[in-house]
T-cell receptor, first 114, second 112 residues
Framework: IAGITQAPTSQILAAGRRMTLRCTQD?????MYWYRQDLGLGLRLIHY???????GKGEVPDGYSVSRANTDDFPLTLASAVPSQTSVYFC?????????????FGPGTRLTVL | RKEVEQDPGPFNVPEGATVAFNCTYS??????FFWYRQDCRKEPKLLMS???SGNEDGRFTAQLNRASQYISLLIRDSKLSDSATYLC?????????????FGRGTSLIVHP
């Protein structure tokens, strides 16, 4: 693994189903983030984690949950998917200890909820 | 109202042109600033950080104006390959939490 990986690449899901989007990074970054990106709305933060064992809510957290059991993994769960959750989901990581603290993004998961 | 604003464009320019984008932010306590590039159906990737003194990387120049609360990106001698969406990001670092706020992006189309 080099950087951040996300799985699945894309998914079509029936409304009401539970879905977990996976995110793994191998850079040992403390902070990780989940964004959704919709046309005209840009990147919106769903949840974040500053370090393993802690999580926080972003701008649009409703309908989503996250966990951070270790440094590398940050899964995002949709407990009961709804069509408005159709979007492209990006996971990102950063290390505030490094100069700049830029974010590194995974390749994204395209989710369609029918 | 979003805290970070960008002109969505699209900016449609010929090869070789110089083009500039601005990004305004509302939080005067913001501490770090970035420009990301996003190609169609791809993830955003860091283009450059923006430093107080301004910085240049080849054809790209980024500047920060704290008094007027905006950052800018200048692209000289545009190439076809510069066609992409450019996102600005602003980070206030409040409470030790380094969560950036992204603008919605500015679309650039460079044509022959």
């Amino acid at each position: 693994i080099a950087g951040i990986t996300q799985a699945p690449t894309s998914q079509i899901l029936a409304a009401g189903r539970r879905m977990t989007l996976r995110c793994t990074q191998d850079m040992r970054h403390n902070a990780m983030y989940w964004y959704r990106q919709d046309l005209g709305l840009g990147l919106r933060l769903i949840h974040y984690s500053n370090t393993a064992g802690t999580t926080g809510k972003g701008e649009v957290p409703d309908g989503y949950s996250v966990s951070r059991a270790n440094t590398d993994d940050f899964p995002l769960t949709l407990a009961s998917a709804v069509p408005s959750q159709t979007s492209v989901y990006f996971c990102a990581s950063s290390d505030p200890g490094l100069p700049g603290n830029e974010q590194f993004f995974g390749p994204g998961t395209r989710l369609t909820v029918l | 109202r979003k805290e970070v604003e960008q002109d969505p464009g699209p900016f449609n320019v010929p090869e070789g042109a110089t083009v500039a984008f601005n990004c305004t932010y509302s939080n005067s306590a913001s501490q770090s600033f970035f420009w990301y590039r996003q190609d169609c159906r791809k993830e955003p990737k860091l283009l450059m950080s923006v430093y107080s003194s301004g910085n240049e990387d080849g054809r790209f120049t980024a500047q920060l104006n704290r008094a007027s609360q905006y950052i800018s990106l200048l692209i000289r001698d545009s190439k076809l390959s510069d066609s992409a969406t450019y996102l600005c990001a602003v980070n206030d670092g409040a409470g030790g939490s380094y969560i950036p706020t992204f603008g919605r992006g500015t679309s650039l189309i460079v044509h022959p």
